[in-house]
């Protein structure tokens, strides 16, 4: 899951509909795997779930609501998407996921568009099919009032909006340990990087420091499988609670060739020069 602080985690997160154009990076260019070829739905389905987009937005994306202390981080939502959507055109939609640019308030807080705007054309389309099938239910979300504590960190400069993370970020990629690795290298690129930075060379956060992924040199192909389908560590060694949750939540759902993949790519990353 994304491991930053709860109020810029989800709250001010608008939308996590990936689009069919952009300008994707061809630097982490490859797509994963289809399971079911010929519905294109169905793979949407799953990627809703490894890329998060559920974990966000709610069982269905009705919308969860996050925060709701308006004397610290304030009252903070994510769309119900089965409403938002149908309000916007695919252009919209694209500036969204892959700029971070919301149409109607502009600045986007927390949507991961610096990832986004790497995922593949299959995939975005894959996501597109899948989430225009929604049906609508419950009502709109409504807007995010951030608190006294989230404006104040803004203010900082501690977090800075979707669109400029986009830029920032656009040529900042796990490193290229070669063709061969290709597919691991872009799933960490469209989901690992959000915990474990940019390059993979992780960092401190509320819920405790998140390592550097070379520490998978130190796990067997089936050590490394079942960590990341469990959350449970080589001698049950204690990990950061959200990794645990992602794990289950997430990585669970991604197919054994892309475990496989993402190990292959980890392993190779761990010898290459950092």
């Known amino acids: 899951m994304r491991g930053a602080v709860p109020w810029i985690r989800l709250g001010i997160a608008s939308l996590a509909a990936p689009l069919l154009l952009g300008c994707q990076s061809e630097k982490a260019a490859t797509t994963f795997e289809n399971t079911t070829p010929g519905n294109v739905r ?9 890329l998060g987009c559920q974990g966000c937005h709610g069982k269905g994306m009705t919308g969860n609501k996050w925060d709701d202390n308006p004397a610290e981080y304030g009252i903070m939502w994510a769309s119900n998407l089965t409403r938002a959507i149908p309000l916007m055109t695919d252009a919209q939609l694209e500036g969204l996921l892959r700029r971070g640019v919301h149409p109607v308030r502009k600045d986007l807080w927390v949507m991961p568009s610096q990832m986004f705007q790497h995922l593949s054309a299959p995939d975005m389309a894959a996501l597109i099919a899948y989430l225009r099938t929604l ?17 104040s960190e803004v203010a900082a400069g501690a977090y800075k909006p979707a669109a400029t993370l986009v830029t920032d970020l656009r040529d900042v ?22 915990c474990h930075g940019p390059k993979l060379e992780g960092g401190a956060a509320p819920e405790g420091n998140i390592p550097n992924l070379i520490v998978v040199a130190a796990y067997s192909p089936a050590e490394f499988d079942h960590f990341i389908t469990t959350g449970e560590t080589p001698g049950n060694r204690k990990i950061n609670s959200l990794m645990v949750q992602v794990a289950k939540e997430r990585f669970a759902k991604l197919t054994p060739a892309e475990r496989k993949a993402v190990y292959a790519y980890l392993q190779a990353r761990a010898k290459h020069p950092q």
């Not at 169905?42 to 490894?50: F, N, P, Q, W, Y």
């Not at 070669?178 to 989901?191: E, F, S, W």
């Open 135 to 151: 049906p609508p239910t419950g009502d709109l979300s409504p807007p995010p009032v951030p608190g006294p504590k989230a404006r």
């Open 42 to 50: 169905a793979h949407g389905e799953r990627l809703t779930l490894v």
């Open 173 to 194: 990629l796990p490193v290229d340990a070669g063709p061969q690795y290709a597919q691991g290298r872009y799933i960490t690129t469209v989901t690992c990087v959000e």
